[in-house]
């Protein structure tokens, strides 16, 4: 395993335990005249902690299971073609938030998962579009429906 991976794990873990005790002080804190949103802001930070906590743990196993080469670190793809889809990743991202404005939420965010899963992803172009168009509504009904979030309507 490389250093870098363990210090990238170690900071997640430390950054995602510091949001669980701090989602739990900030619940401890509230008043019983404190006026909250659905999800508040315990539960969501409580979340979020666990998820960092659980991306970190998830990446040091990941590490340890890379096969090593002959020097003993592991097998890094930083191809030309690699750099290319962390490129054409950040426009793709680029042009979500320069549209989500103008179009909406719904049509960019689709559009946006399907280009992602496209990229990165090894499955057809209708497995794609399946999973894109759950995604969106997925996120549209976790926070607009149950946590009462707005989302852009766009000008269109």
Known sequence: MRTSDLVISGILAVIGVMTIVESVRVVAAQGANVVVDVIGPGPYLLGLGVLLVVSASAHIL?????APTAAGEPVVDD???SQRKVFISVLTLAVYVALIDVLGY???????????????????????GAIAACLTAGFYLL?????????PRGLL
């Open 143 to 151: 926070f607009v429906e149950f946590a009462g979030m707005s989302f």
């Open 106 to 128: 719904a049509l960019p965010t689709l559009l946006f998962f399907f280009a992602q899963l496209r990229l990165f992803g090894r499955s057809s172009v209708l497995a794609s």
């Open 79 to 81: 191809s030309e073609a």
């Open 62 to 66: 990941t590490s340890l299971r890379a």
